[in-house]
């Protein structure tokens, strides 16, 4: 009757652990979909102290993760989604909208300002007629 307890909970333990590994690699997952979020309204240039925290928490706890050290991977996942959440918060307060890539405007060439010359053989275009000297009227020399 006793190895019957012993395994039954040598069950229940491992179980467990498993069950708390589950819930920690849920949260990470959580943080990583709200830090997703807040990337989609550029929270990373719109709130970069709440954005990089947490950046680097989710990180810390993706790497207790990896080491099975599940309580603590669950504490700085919590803490990313909290960061990840104000980032998001703050970027929306400042209306934040989908960026578009600046587009310079397009390159404006000047027109030579010298004429070409014509090819040899052939008459140039008729442009305007340069200005002829025309002369200023005189006063008549008797005063009339």
Known sequence: MNRRFLIAGLLVLV???????CVAETEVNRAQQTLDQARAVHAEYLAPY?????????????AELNESHYDS????????????????AIAE??????????IPPPQVVPLPTTPTPAPAGTTPPAGPAAPTATPTPQPHPQGH
Request: charged share 20%; hydrophobic share 50%; glycine share 2%.
């Open 15 to 21: 179980l467990l652990l498993l069950f708390v590994g």
């Open 50 to 62: 709440e954005f990089a925290s947490a950046e680097q928490f989710l990180a810390q706890a993706k």
């Open 73 to 88: 991977a669950e504490k700085y996942a919590n803490r990313a989604r909290q960061m990840a959440q104000q980032a998001q």
């Open 93 to 102: 307060k400042k209306h934040a909208t989908p960026m578009v890539p600046f």
